[in-house]
């Protein structure tokens, strides 16, 4: 039998594995191993051409922490849906970073073709940001063209979706192309502090683990007389599942990363869930719920609790607690802490975790080491998909019958006349699993 401390050795080595370049990078006492050079590594190039695809908020920001990433970066190229996204945002970047926005007029791209042009254009790296019903399609486009990749949570809407993340990931492997997922509560030193003890027997086995993420009313844009029902849907993306994956996959994603990260990646065997609409009644808020209830069932026996709400009125809470038969871990708010046997409080130095993903991905790209969250990333993913399958339909959905689903919500190819409503507003009992 091992004795304690080389199995402490074993649980740390596989919370570094698993947790992803995170933690390697961010806790900075470890190094990446280096790859091997091929026509891909850019490690001696002075000046690495940044491409930005979806310039809303979060695309903005990406490309403000990838430029403070590396002195040699530059902003190359942009592409949106929409040219007055595109334009405000570039007024923004070039307010903050001035001569390294590098964005002319012949490459400022506009519309669904918008992505490919971008790639084609001479970039290095490609930043998407888009949409994640768009997500699939543009991170498989970027690594058959050879670029490194950060792209956005959630990866995909729909399990052909999270299929074709799953074949782009492993084609990026054979590249040694380095692309970071959007899961950035993976690159917090304190969720890595707290992770990694539980990794590594703090709380001892465990039993169940639940997760809260309650919080208010989001956007909304009112139509405009110009705007084809095409541009209505994409102008508020969020509400329609086909785009955003519901709001599950699109924003609680971040809840189940943090199980399955607190698991060592552990995947449930069937989820069973409720779900529906008592706030979002009217039809601006398109196709999506406002409340899901899940609960994921283990091989072994574990059970995970999941629950969250986005209604107006309410209280609000983001947080995770693990129950294990020698303690509890908790983390909400600034709280990392655990109790119990071996009881411990997260009081080292906090770092912005969304400026840490970008720095780990170009130090990869420096050192020609391959950062691959693309397994990682689509399998939180699915497990949104599945828990909103559950509710949709009323039914106890199995990972596998989840990875193996055949439906998908969008069109195949859009464009701004196309009359596409996307799937009706499920209800549970009724609406069939696919």
């Given at each position: 039998m091992k004795d304690e401390k080389t199995l402490s050795k074993e649980t740390r080595r596989r919370f570094?594995?698993?947790?992803?370049?995170?933690?390697?990078?961010?806790?900075?006492?470890?190094?990446?191993?280096?790859?091997?050079a091929n026509s891909f590594d850019l490690s001696k190039k002075n000046q690495l051409k940044v491409g930005l695809v979806g310039c809303g908020g979060r695309g903005t920001g990406a490309a403000v922490q990838a430029l403070n990433a590396d002195p040699d970066v530059v902003?190359?190229?942009?592409?949106?849906?929409?040219?007055?996204?595109?334009t405000s945002s570039l007024a923004l970047l070039k307010k903050a970073h001035g001569e390294r926005i590098k964005v002319d007029k012949t490459r400022q791209f506009v519309g669904f073709d918008a992505c490919q042009k971008l790639i084609d254009s001479g970039v290095d790296v490609v930043l998407l940001a888009s949409p994640p019903g768009f997500r699939p399609d543009h991170l498989t486009a970027a690594?058959?063209?050879?670029?490194?990749?950060?792209?956005?949570?959630?990866?995909?809407?729909?399990?052909?979706?999270?299929?074709?993340?799953?074949?782009?990931?492993?084609?990026?492997?054979t590249k040694n192309l380095s692309i970071v997922s959007g899961f950035c509560f993976r690159y917090d030193l304190q969720k890595q502090a707290l992770y990694g003890k539980v990794l590594d027997g703090a709380?001892?086995?465990?039993?169940?683990?639940s997760s809260t993420r309650n919080g208010g009313e989001l956007w909304f844009k009112e139509r405009q007389p110009e705007w084809t029902d095409m541009e209505y849907q994409l102008r508020n993306w969020y509400y329609q599942n086909w785009f955003s994956g519901d709001f599950i996959v699109e924003q609680y994603v971040h809840s189940l990363d943090m199980i399955t990260w607190a698991l060592g990646e552990k995947l449930p065997s069937s989820?069973?869930?409720t779900g529906g609409r008592q706030w979002r009644s009217d039809q601006k808020y398109g196709n999506i719920y406002d409340h899901f209830a899940i609960e994921y069932d283990y091989a072994d026996g574990v059970k995970g609790y999941c629950f969250t709400r986005q209604q107006r009125g309410g209280s609000t809470k983001n947080g995770v607690e693990i129950q294990g038969v020698l303690g509890n871990?908790?983390?909400?708010?600034?709280?990392?802490?655990?109790?119990?046997?071996?009881?411990?409080k997260y009081e080292g130095e906090a770092n912005n975790?969304?400026?840490?993903?970008?720095?780990?991905?170009?130090?990869?790209?420096?050192?020609?080491?391959?950062?691959?969250?693309g397994e990682l990333s689509a399998n939180s993913t699915l497990m949104?998909?599945?828990?909103?399958?559950a509710a949709y339909t009323g039914q106890t959905i199995s990972w596998d019958d989840a990875m193996n689903s055949t439906e998908t919500l969008g069109p195949k190819a859009y464009d701004w006349d196309l009359k596409f409503n996307g799937p009706e507003i499920a209800v549970p009992g009724k609406t069939k699993f696919i």
């Amino acid at each position: 039998m091992k004795d304690e401390k080389t199995l402490s050795k074993e649980t740390r080595r596989r919370f570094l594995k698993k947790a992803g370049a995170a933690a390697v990078f961010s806790a900075g006492s470890f190094q990446m191993p280096l790859g091997l050079a091929n026509s891909f590594d850019l490690s001696k190039k002075n000046q690495l051409k940044v491409g930005l695809v979806g310039c809303g908020g979060r695309g903005t920001g990406a490309a403000v922490q990838a430029l403070n990433a590396d002195p040699d970066v530059v902003l190359h190229a942009m592409a949106d849906a929409f040219e007055d996204r595109l334009t405000s945002s570039l007024a923004l970047l070039k307010k903050a970073h001035g001569e390294r926005i590098k964005v002319d007029k012949t490459r400022q791209f506009v519309g669904f073709d918008a992505c490919q042009k971008l790639i084609d254009s001479g970039v290095d790296v490609v930043l998407l940001a888009s949409p994640p019903g768009f997500r699939p399609d543009h991170l498989t486009a970027a690594i058959d063209a050879g670029k490194h990749v950060f792209y956005e949570k959630p990866v995909a809407v729909d399990a052909p979706g999270v299929r074709k993340v799953l074949e782009a990931a492993k084609k990026a492997k054979t590249k040694n192309l380095s692309i970071v997922s959007g899961f950035c509560f993976r690159y917090d030193l304190q969720k890595q502090a707290l992770y990694g003890k539980v990794l590594d027997g703090a709380i001892g086995e465990i039993k169940s683990i639940s997760s809260t993420r309650n919080g208010g009313e989001l956007w909304f844009k009112e139509r405009q007389p110009e705007w084809t029902d095409m541009e209505y849907q994409l102008r508020n993306w969020y509400y329609q599942n086909w785009f955003s994956g519901d709001f599950i996959v699109e924003q609680y994603v971040h809840s189940l990363d943090m199980i399955t990260w607190a698991l060592g990646e552990k995947l449930p065997s069937s989820a069973t869930a409720t779900g529906g609409r008592q706030w979002r009644s009217d039809q601006k808020y398109g196709n999506i719920y406002d409340h899901f209830a899940i609960e994921y069932d283990y091989a072994d026996g574990v059970k995970g609790y999941c629950f969250t709400r986005q209604q107006r009125g309410g209280s609000t809470k983001n947080g995770v607690e693990i129950q294990g038969v020698l303690g509890n871990a908790y983390y909400e708010g600034s709280r990392h802490e655990i109790t119990g046997k071996n009881p411990w409080k997260y009081e080292g130095e906090a770092n912005n975790m969304y400026q840490s993903e970008h720095d780990a991905l170009f130090k990869s790209i420096r050192e020609g080491s391959g950062i691959n969250d693309g397994e990682l990333s689509a399998n939180s993913t699915l497990m949104g998909i599945m828990g909103r399958m559950a509710a949709y339909t009323g039914q106890t959905i199995s990972w596998d019958d989840a990875m193996n689903s055949t439906e998908t919500l969008g069109p195949k190819a859009y464009d701004w006349d196309l009359k596409f409503n996307g799937p009706e507003i499920a209800v549970p009992g009724k609406t069939k699993f696919i």
